[in-house]
């Protein structure tokens, strides 16, 4: 069966009730959004993007950008928890380990929440080199003992799953800097919340860092011994980037109407007219909803190349994270201008999107280092030399 937008609406419909109505409480008290994310292991929507044949509905990029700007509008802890479960099931969805058969299945039908832990303090946001570095157990890379250390990882402590990366021991054929990548489940011996989570914005997100200290063998296992990097850039970046973007895309449009309602419906008494009236105030709602709308047109078409792939997806895939996050800084921030002092209270909600829009930003790849890379692209030079 074709999934359709109304499907996909009339799936998303009980998550955003559940996320929308937490939402506050959440950020007020950075608890985990536990409704919300019950709502979506029901909706079937944690396994958007796997295949029929796993039980999952067979969306694609598009189906993927349009539910997290949906989810993201309602709550940005919510919407980056979905994207980090959608960013691990794609990657065991490359390459499925072999001991855990029935893993994707799981991920599909709500059963088991995943996350990616890849973060380490050593390398900090360059996620694509681990030194945290796996040993071999009995003398081969397939029985190897993790150690790591993970700086950031969303959903600790609720996750079912952790995606997890390290290089590969010494030993390895594939070289020093090889990457392995495993699934670890929550209830493994060694798998352990470090310390709290306190943000600035997606309170709700569970962001803590962890350690991984157990062993683990080829079962558990994403791909071949050493075959992590090209699975994070394969697998990983592409969803990841695109949802991130779709992300900031959500909480743009979420700032764009709450200030445009705030603007319409406040009154300057004294002169008769609403804040909408005065042309400044018009000007800046106006740059705001242009910048969303032609932001969600780039997502849009990041998406179609990442369905249908071509020449240009790579630069997409490097591009449409940035060029979101950037556009949801400006709009929030315009947004909260634009709302004066109201804005500055909580009971707008602006300044939650404004908090949220931050982190998106500064997830690796960030903003940053992804401009970099596309000048490196567009220019010839190799990415990470
Ligand atoms: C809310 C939240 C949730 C997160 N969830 C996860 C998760 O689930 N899993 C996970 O693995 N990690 C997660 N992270 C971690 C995240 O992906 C980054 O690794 C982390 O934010 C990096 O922070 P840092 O201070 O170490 O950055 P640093 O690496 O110290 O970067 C500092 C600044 O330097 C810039 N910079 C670094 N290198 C370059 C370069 N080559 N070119 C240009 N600029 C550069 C960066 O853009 C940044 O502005 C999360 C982070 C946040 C904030």
Request: proline share 6%.
């Amino acid at each position: 069966m074709t999934l359709t937008d109304e499907h996909l609406d009339d799936a998303l419909a009980p998550v955003l009730d559940a996320a929308r109505a937490a939402a506050p409480d959440v950020d007020a008290t950075g608890r985990f959004p536990e409704e919300a994310v019950t709502a979506l292991r029901g909706s079937g929507l944690l396994g958007l993007t796997l295949p029929a044949d796993v039980g999952g509905m067979g969306g694609g990029p598009q189906a993927l950008a349009r539910a997290l700007a949906h989810v993201a509008s309602a709550c940005g802890s919510t919407a980056m928890i979905y994207l980090m479960h959608v960013s691990a099931a794609m990657t065991v969805a490359a390459a499925p380990p072999p001991g855990h058969p029935k893993l994707l299945g799981q991920m599909a039908d709500g059963t088991t929440l995943g996350t990616l832990a890849f973060s380490e303090p050593g390398s900090r946001s360059h996620f694509w080199a681990p030194t945290s570095q796996g040993q071999a157990s009995n003398g081969t890379a397939d029985a190897v003992t993790l150690d790591a250390k993970k700086s950031f990882v969303t959903s600790a402590g609720h996750a079912d799953v952790y995606v997890t990366s390290t290089l590969a021991p010494p030993e390895n054929a594939a070289g020093e800097s090889a990457v392995d990548i495993y699934a670890v489940p929550a209830g493994r011996d060694g798998v352990s919340v470090a310390g709290p989570w306190r943000g600035l914005g997606l309170r709700g997100n569970a962001s803590s860092p962890m350690t991984f200290q157990l062993d683990v063998s080829g079962d558990d296992r994403i791909g071949p011994s050493g075959g992590g990097f090209q699975l994070l850039l394969d697998a990983v970046m592409p969803w990841f980037n695109l949802g991130n973007a779709a992300v900031s895309v959500g909480l743009s449009q979420a700032a764009v109407d709450a200030a445009v309602a705030h603007a319409s419906g406040s009154r300057l008494e004294h002169l008769g007219e609403s804040l909408a009236q005065l042309p400044t105030i018009r000007a800046q709602l106006s740059r705001m909803s242009l910048d969303v709308t032609a932001t969600r047109s780039y997502v849009d078409t990041a998406a179609r190349s990442l369905a249908s792939p071509d020449d240009g997806t790579m630069l997409h895939v490097l591009g449409v994270k940035a060029f979101a996050n950037d556009a949801a800084l400006r709009i929030t921030d315009a947004a909260m201008r634009v709302c004066g002092g109201a804005a500055f209270s909580h009971h707008l909600q602006l300044e939650r999107y404004f908090r949220d829009a931050r982190a998106g930003h500064v997830m690796a790849p960030t903003a940053d280092v992804l401009y970099d890379f596309y000048g490196k692209a567009i220019t010839g030079l190799p990415l990470f030399e």
